[in-house]
């Protein structure tokens, strides 16, 4: 009995070891496009108002 839950669980170690490779494997990736997109998301509204809207403030503020 004893010798077939420790069989259970090496089984079971090993698989984990498997699906944690796998996940470690790909897992860089996708957090570079993760990484990719938030900086989408931020930068590129930051270059539209840098380039849009910022010379428009200056030449409002101009007047002052």
Request: proline letters at 5%.
């Amino acid at each position: 009995m004893g010798e077939t839950i420790s069989e259970l669980f090496s089984a079971l170690w090993e698989v984990w070891k498997e699906m944690f490779s796998a996940l470690f494997g790909f897992l860089p990736k996708i957090l570079g496009f993760i990484l990719w997109a938030l900086l989408g998301v931020i930068v590129l509204p930051c270059m539209f108002i840098a380039g849009t809207i910022y010379p428009k403030w200056v030449e409002w503020g101009e007047d002052f």
